[in-house]
Structures are given as structure tokens and as C-alpha cells.
């Protein structure tokens, strides 16, 4: 997987990854970009391999192919802001969470293979401020009472409205 070039790819990334279907005028209205250059952009993203297609979200039990990691990080603390500011831009990270004990930040990472998931941790690892990384991969989800929830809720207001 070919990596992001700058960071206006990294913010066009994460808006297709949050809703592929969103508009290119959209898009380039939230990246204060022409719309020819977001055609542009996204269509140099797909021929170097960075987008290899678009896909619609399905249920979390659909989402087996995907490779799933936590990643901690720890990082100087003075850094910490723009650490996770910069994580936001990586469409790879699907949630950022404070927590106490050694690590800093813990992330669940999604990816479609372990490789991407080593990759972005090399490129982390990089960051200015990011001291140390440590990543568990997800062998097996027994049970996931917040998925269950999410699609108890989603139930509960269809049925409402």
C-alpha cells in the first residue's frame, strides 16, 4: 500500500474514508479546494494505488477481512495535541483514546493485512514526539457489546421514527 503524499491527501483520505460517497463539490468545499483539483487528487490516488476501490459499511460482523490492531503509543506529553491531530489523518485509524498506565494513546487500527498495520506503524514511529509503539493484533472477537448496542440503537430508532 503506497502511502499519502501530503497532508491535503491525508484529510481527502479520512473525508472518503468517513463517507465515500460524499461529493467531490463537497469535498472541496471542506478542504477549501477547487473541484478540479479534488477530481484531480483523488484520481492520482487511484492510479498510484493509494485508493483501490470504494465499498459500502456493512455491519460489524462483516468486516471480518480486515486485519484489527490497538496500537499504544507513548509520546511526550507536550506533543500529545498535535500527535492527535496528526493520527486523525490516517484512515486507517478508526479510534483515538487517552489512557493512563505506560502508554499514552491507544488506537484500534483496521487495515486490510498485518503488512499496512506494520507499515503505519513504521511511519508513526517517526512522528516528532512519539517515544515508543507497541501493537496487539486482533486474533478473534468473541462478543462486542458496543456493536451490539450501535445495532440495538439503530433498531430502536427506526422503530421509533
Avoid at 479520512?14 to 469535498?27: D, G, K, Q, V
Avoid at 478542504?31 to 460489524?60: C, D, F, H, W
Avoid at 500527535?83 to 484500534?108: D, N, R, W
Amino acid at each position: 500500500m503506497t502511502r499519502a503524499q501530503d497532508a491535503i491527501d491525508r484529510e481527502l483520505l479520512a473525508l472518503l474514508s468517513t463517507n465515500a460517497r460524499m461529493s467531490t463539490s463537497e469535498i472541496a468545499r471542506r478542504l477549501q479546494l477547487a473541484r478540479s483539483t479534488v477530481n484531480e487528487r483523488i484520481l492520482r490516488l487511484e492510479k498510484s494505488g493509494v485508493i483501490v476501490g470504494y465499498r459500502a459499511m456493512l455491519t460489524p460482523d462483516s468486516d471480518a477481512m480486515q486485519t484489527r490492531a490497538y496500537l499504544q503509543l507513548d509520546v511526550v506529553q507536550s506533543k500529545c495535541r498535535g500527535i492527535v491531530h496528526a493520527l486523525g489523518g490516517y484512515p486507517e485509524i478508526q479510534e483515538c483514546m487517552t489512557v493512563s498506565g505506560t502508554h499514552t494513546l491507544m488506537c484500534f487500527v483496521t487495515a486490510p493485512c498485518a503488512e499496512d498495520i506494520d507499515a503505519l506503524v513504521d511511519e508513526l514511529a517517526g512522528l516528532d514526539g512519539v517515544r515508543q509503539t507497541q501493537v496487539t493484533i486482533v486474533l478473534c472477537t468473541k462478543f462486542d457489546r458496543h456493536a451490539r448496542q450501535d445495532m440495538c440503537a439503530a433498531k430502536h430508532l427506526t422503530l421509533a421514527s
